[in-house]
């Protein structure tokens, strides 16, 4: 692994890790771990909600883009309640990847780049990702990049300024990480297109998109032009 990117990443759940997994554990034993838990979905996400009071949808803290929120409450596949079990997993598993000793297995040439925006509840508006850029640097990777857009919420790709966001992650690739000399040069033709964008369509992929390689020889817009007719092709959206 020669780079890694990191979108709307925090730094835990601090004080609240504790009881939030003993909340998980509990419920998960007495309900049974395939319980669906109302009570640990709204303390995880509830927080969330109170930034942007009065809120239109239970998913307001996403992005600013109400189109995209409202494509998010209304896939099935986002949003649902989730069991016990998995609310005690992901505070557990979020504790251990927090900790020094996690971090120090990080190789220092790791290349990281961590983005989020400034309004986003998960990265506590910004400080959860600079703790995190402040722990891996600590840890001893050498190089960790942080960008935090104004205003920008939790879902970066799905953001009103997606297509900045595109283009600054592609510009830290191409500034960070040089092309291999056995990788593909020639660009995607719109039958490629077409073929992806139904591939991740046929595979439930509507809302996240398609995922592509865009050979490195492609300049930012050509990059972006493709990215922009699979998300086209896939009903996504301009």
């Not at 998010?72 to 949003?79: E, F, K, L, R, T």
């Not at 297509?163 to 191409?174: A, C, F, H, P, Y």
């Not at 996240?208 to 020889?217: H, W």
Request: net charge neutral.
């Amino acid at each position: 692994l020669a780079g890694l990117t990191l979108l709307g990443t925090g730094s835990g759940t601090g004080a609240l890790t504790r009881p939030a997994a003993a909340i998980g554990a509990g419920e998960s034993r007495l309900r049974g771990p395939r319980r669906r838990s109302r009570l640990l979905n709204a303390l995880a996400f509830g927080p969330y909600q109170r930034h942007f009071a009065p809120n239109r949808t239970e998913a307001d803290w996403i992005s600013r883009d109400v189109h995209e929120v409202d494509r998010y409450v209304a896939d099935p596949w986002c949003g649902f309640v989730c069991t016990a079990s998995f609310f005690r997993d992901l505070v557990t598993g979020g504790r251990a990847v927090n900790t020094s000793a996690h971090a120090a297995a990080d190789p220092a040439q790791l290349l990281m780049l961590l983005a989020a925006g400034d309004r986003d509840p998960v990265g506590a508006m910004g400080r959860g990702v600079q703790r995190s850029a402040t722990h891996y640097r600590r840890a001893g990777v050498r190089e960790v990049c942080v960008i935090l857009y104004p205003g920008g919420r939790h879902e970066l790709l799905n953001e009103t300024n997606r297509d900045q966001v595109t283009g600054d992650i592609l510009t830290w690739i191409d500034g960070h990480l040089p092309a291999q000399a056995d990788e593909p040069t020639s660009l995607m033709d719109e039958a490629e297109i077409a073929r992806c964008a139904q591939a991740a369509v046929e595979g439930g992929a509507k809302y996240l998109g398609a995922k592509v390689c865009v050979p490195k020889d492609a300049s930012l817009e050509q990059r972006l032009a493709m990215l922009t007719n699979i998300y086209r092709a896939c009903g996504l959206g301009e």
